[in-house]
């Protein structure tokens, strides 16, 4: 069924779709019935889990008018009214994979106060991540670094680029394959979802701190 949160061969294809309207038409179609479906279910849980009312944001892709998107996602964040200022999580697919992660991008004006809060004990907050997950500088390119392979200056480097760098980002979490078994499972999907946001808890906590104190 089209609303169920699992996913299939045929929607990572649809990244494979030539044009704007036509790809975005398949992404409406096949994908974001999914989105809300896991919409649906996270959302309650990550309430819970935040200790804050979270709200479902799926990607419109509004200011695209040539060139079709090469992944979509939907986002969760403590705001109705939008995210990307905003620490939040997301769910999404590239073409090869589906990612879900916790997310500081670019637009967000606490950056610089959470690569800083970070960066006073970087190994206590490399500890709190398991070794499978993976760590993103820009949300817009579907490769990342497994944390696994970080030294402490690999980390250290990527906090201070978010320091000092205007488009700099830091996201972390997992990628599963497009073939990976947990995909087709809505019960296995959903749960892995859930747990690896409570995984990066922390670091939302921490980014929801800087934010307050960046805003404030």
């Not at 398949?26 to 809300?36: E, G, S, V």
Request: charged share 25%.
């Amino acid at each position: 069924m089209a609303n169920e949160p699992v996913f299939l061969n045929e929607d990572f294809r649809v990244f494979t779709i030539d044009g704007l309207d036509e790809r975005m038409e398949a992404i409406r179609n096949q994908i974001q019935p999914k989105f809300q479906a896991i919409a649906d279910n996270i959302t309650p849980a990550l309430t819970n889990l935040t200790g804050e009312e979270m709200h479902a944001h799926i990607a419109k892709h509004a200011r695209r008018k040539v060139n079709p998107p090469n992944d979509t996602w939907i986002a969760f964040a403590d705001n109705s009214r939008g995210y990307k200022k905003l620490p939040h999580f997301q769910v999404g697919l590239f073409e090869d994979h589906l990612f879900i992660w916790f997310a500081m991008i670019y637009e967000s004006p606490a950056k610089q106060d959470f690569a800083s809060k970070l960066l006073q004990d970087p190994e206590y907050y490399m500890n709190l991540i398991p070794e499978s997950f993976v760590w993103s500088v820009d949300h817009t390119k579907p490769e990342a670094d497994l944390h696994g392979s970080l030294e402490k200056g690999d980390f250290v480097h990527k906090l201070e680029r978010l320091q000092t760098v205007k488009k700099a980002e830091l996201l972390c979490g997992v990628h599963l394959a497009y073939d990976d078994d947990r995909l087709q499972d809505p019960d296995k999907l959903l749960s892995t979802i859930e747990d690896t946001f409570e995984t990066v808890l922390p670091l939302y906590e921490t980014a929801k701190e800087a934010y307050g104190e960046a805003t404030s």
